[in-house]
């Protein structure tokens, strides 16, 4: 993993062996005035694959990932995409390569903007021809098809919101999806309808994921590698397959898994603090 | 745990609203009791859950209208009862207690203060019984600072502690029936262990009856003693809460085969087709 | 979004409300003929908007409906009480009263039309833009807000038109100068809850500069309740114009400004009523119109009350 490709002249050196990891971070911090919100996170996620992080309120998980995607810029450390060290600001070609889907699918829409407009901004924003085309491809393949191009989002379900902010954020074909809770705000009904659909859009279009989520379930359907996140530091990163085995190393983690089984007496009594 | 009189008797309720897209029926004839045990009533949104614990306290807007064939609470008839005897028993006999405690608590009163006052306005305590009748149940909901809570103003409190608050103020006056509207959907999973454990104590050691209102059908298995799975405003399918596995109506079984599972890993999740005529009511 | 029966033999609505629009013009006239619906079951709304109309067309028309001029004076008729020759009476230099409501109008539209070009647009960027880049921005833009809100007024006008002379283009942009603080601040508190939203970060995430999220995103969302705003404040905006008439410092005689008409009508108050009376009702009747109007548009455009 000792990928370091330096700049000269804006053209990448010659590639390692290896292939760069899709996503490097190298000891994040980021305060917020007098809080330290995230301390020394370091992490990488391989191309195609599908990276969770997981935590409680508080714990700095998408803070890490707000950071990555460039909305908070007050951060210290190394964040590099696919090989190349990006900074507080990101120029307009990072944006091709890495996308968002948010939390709220009902704030994360503009309240009077259609979906034909949500689609067709950043083709605009990016000079990319055959607006059409392109609109007409997504919306299919987010499972919405033609009739739902020039609806209002309070003329969608929340479900169909979830649709339409996951095809913005495909439209400019990036190859880094960052998901911060896509389903949390869903009926679990909805849910499985958006979980199989960003399974599948990951398949057929080669996208990595990073997942963050409270939800463990979530986490172990979705992903193969997850990072557990208290108070800003990341305690334990795990396969999936140690997780489902329910064979965390880290107390903090047994106490999370055992939690998000459901209610138990016992459990409950022997709950302890981390700190 | 069903005693052999029921707390609380609900028959085909019904709630209605007129709005110009025509009448919305929200609540469709429901019908259940609930004793000294933990009920859940789970369902998606829109389902009507809410609706139906609103209901039991009459808590509805002017526009909705509220029928049913009976609405009885212990020897009180809910449905004939005055303005009078509805407040003495909100609060006092009924208690509820709502997901987001920043939208129950006054922000510019203390977090005790609010409590006590609600101990006063009901049990006609003084002051100073009130303050340490607070604080008693400060220190009941497991805070670890009683005294630093009574001080502290709502926005001061974590999500979890200021449930803890709002269950203290709802408990205080010793209600028969807490009515719990998604309580913990809003807490981090360990808090939510924590409120649950005290929501649990309260109906094992004084006998309370409790109406758990979630949409996370899991949760309310694990928690719960009996379910009420809700689907478009009726009552589709009635269980103990460890039979859950047995659940016979397609709704239940497409609700827990849609949830993602950490023990049982599969690669692409159930996705519920709805039938119409789930939401049919039983002809007869 | 299920429309009555009636839809079926009334095409046009079926189409306006259709769940499924085709282009972007029917779905921007369907949103539009939702907010007219809504604005339909405002009565008083709908008297507001009638009296706005009815003045448009008074002003457009002055030269049909008038029947007299407004400057010619009849010196033999002077203060004549209404009858079926002056409708409205003549005032002390034998001039039609009626006449010179309606030429007024155009006066008093012409007044308002120059205070919304001028503030509106003023208000609406200084806001978001102070509220959307906060720090050094926020802090110089809003301290000369404030600098401009701490004038009084009429004062500032009075002081305005006393130092570039009396006029009614010097009366609007003394009012303008005074009008847009509060706008500023609106559209500034405004966008302080719209900055954080979700669809502002994914905005731009999708590479979009802060010209473009600012211009296409923020300020559509301010720009209704400015609007309402400017609506509600519109009778202060005519009754102020109509102050500085009325103190001789805005419209100059013989122009029938309708605050001027009363200031020289108060002389007769007594005896011959009519004279200041009729502009002042004039004056209420338009307030308030555009008092219900903007009470309506509230109902319809605040996002906050949806």
């Not at chain 2, 913990?184 to 094992?204: C, F, H, R």
Request: proline fraction near 5%; charged fraction near 20%; hydrophobic fraction near 45%.
């Amino acid at each position: 993993m000792t990928v370091a490709v330096r700049r000269r002249g804006g053209l990448p050196e010659a590639v390692p062996s290896t292939p760069a990891p899709m996503l490097e971070v190298v000891d994040m911090h980021v305060r917020f005035d007098a809080v330290h919100a995230v301390r020394g996170v370091s992490f990488s996620v391989t191309q195609g694959e599908s990276f969770g992080i997981v935590g409680e309120s508080g714990s700095g998980k998408s803070t890490v990932l707000r950071a990555v995607a460039g909305l908070n810029s007050g951060w210290s450390g190394a964040i590099r995409i696919a090989g190349d060290a990006v900074g507080p600001r990101r120029e307009r070609g990072f944006y091709k390569r890495v996308q968002m889907v948010f939390q709220d699918p009902y704030g994360s829409l503009h309240p009077r903007h259609t979906v034909d407009r949500v689609l067709a901004e950043p083709l605009a924003i990016h000079g990319l021809g055959d607006a059409e085309a392109r609109i007409e491809r997504v919306l299919r393949d987010v499972g919405l098809g033609p009739a739902f191009r020039f609806r209002y989002p309070h003329q969608l379900s929340g479900g169909q919101r979830q649709r339409v902010a996951v095809a913005r954020a495909l439209i400019l074909e990036p190859s880094l999806l960052l998901l911060d809770e896509p389903t949390s705000a869903l009926d679990v009904s909805v849910q499985a309808e958006i979980l199989n659909l960003l399974t599948r859009l990951r398949a057929e279009h080669g996208l990595t994921f990073v997942l963050v989520t409270h939800n463990l379930a979530v986490v172990a359907h979705m992903c193969e590698r997850l990072a557990v996140m208290n108070q800003g530091r990341i305690v334990e990163e795990l396969t999936v397959e140690q997780l489902r085995a329910a064979e965390p190393r880290e107390p903090y983690t047994r106490q999370l898994l055992r939690a998000s089984l459901g209610y138990d007496r016992e459990a409950a009594r022997n709950l302890e603090t981390f700190d | 745990m069903t005693g052999a009189q029921p707390l609380l008797t609900v028959e085909d309720l019904r709630v209605e609203y007129q709005t110009r897209k025509g009448l919305v029926r929200a609540v469709r004839g429901v019908t259940f009791t609930v004793g000294r045990e933990k009920v859940g009533i789970v369902g998606e949104s829109g389902s009507g859950k809410s609706q139906t614990g609103r209901a039991i306290l009459r808590l509805i807007p002017p526009t909705g209208r509220l029928t049913a064939k009976r609405l009885g609470f212990e020897e009180v008839d809910l449905l004939a009862a005055d303005e009078r005897t509805m407040r003495d028993v909100r609060g006092q006999r009924i208690a509820m207690v709502l997901q987001d405690p920043k939208f129950s608590l006054n922000p510019v009163m203390t977090v005790g203060k609010q409590i006590a006052e609600a101990y006063r306005a009901h049990a006609e305590l003084d002051a100073g019984a009130a303050r340490k009748r607070a604080l008693d149940m400060l220190a009941a909901v497991r805070m670890r600072e009683p005294e630093r809570v009574y001080d502290s103003y709502p926005h001061e409190l974590s999500g979890g502690m200021g449930q803890r608050a709002m269950i203290a103020m709802m408990l205080g006056t010793d209600p028969d029936l807490l009515i719990a509207d998604e309580p913990t959907s809003a807490l981090d999973v360990t808090v939510q262990m924590q409120v649950l454990a005290i929501l649990d104590d309260l109906v094992t050691g004084r006998g309370m009856g409790l109406i758990f209102i979630s949409h996370d059908l899991n949760l309310v298995a694990s928690f719960c003693d009996r379910v009420l799975v809700m689907y478009a405003g009726r009552i589709v399918e009635e269980l103990r809460a460890s039979e859950l596995g047995q659940a016979k109506h397609p709704y239940t079984q497409g609700l827990l085969a849609a949830l993602p599972r950490v023990d049982q890993p599969t690669r692409e999740l159930a996705v519920m087709r709805r039938d119409p005529a789930w939401a049919m009511e039983p002809v007869g | 979004m299920t429309a009555p029966a009636a839809t079926s033999t009334l095409g046009w609505r079926a189409w306006l409300l259709a769940a499924e629009p085709h282009s972007r013009a029917q779905a921007r006239l369907g949103q539009a003929y939702l907010g007219w619906l809504a604005f339909r079951r405002n009565k008083l709304a709908l008297v507001g908007l009638g009296i706005i109309l009815a003045l448009l067309a008074v002003a457009a028309l002055a030269p049909v409906i008038a029947g007299h001029s407004p400057f010619a004076q009849e010196l033999a008729d002077r203060l004549k009480p209404p009858d079926a020759g002056h409708w409205f009476g003549t005032d002390e230099l034998g001039r039609d009263i009626f006449a010179r409501i309606v030429w007024g109008a155009r006066i008093t539209l012409t007044i308002v039309a120059l205070v919304v070009v001028m503030v509106a647009p003023v208000g609406l960027v200084v806001g978001t833009v102070a509220g959307y880049f906060g720090g050094w921005f926020d802090v110089v833009l809003m301290r000369v807000t404030d600098i401009f809100l701490a004038f009084p007024r009429l004062i500032l006008a009075l002081a305005f038109v006393a130092a570039l002379g009396p006029g009614i283009e010097n009366a609007v942009i003394a009012i303008a100068l005074t009008a847009w603080p509060p706008y500023a601040r609106i559209a500034r508190a405004e966008t302080l809850t719209i900055r954080g939203a979700d669809f502002i970060a994914a905005a731009r995430m999708t590479g979009a500069s802060p010209a473009r999220v600012v211009f296409g995103h923020v300020i559509p969302l301010c720009t209704s309740s400015v609007i309402v705003r400017i609506t509600l404040d519109m009778a202060g905006i005519i009754l102020t114009a109509a102050g500085l008439g009325f103190l001789g410092l805005g419209a100059q005689p013989p122009s029938p400004e309708w605050g001027a008409m009363i200031s020289s009508g108060r002389k007769f108050l007594l005896d011959q009523w009519w004279v200041a009376t009729i502009p002042g009702i004039a004056i209420c009747v338009v307030s308030l119109g555009f008092n219900l109007l903007g009470d309506g548009l509230r109902d319809v455009l605040d996002p906050k009350q949806q």
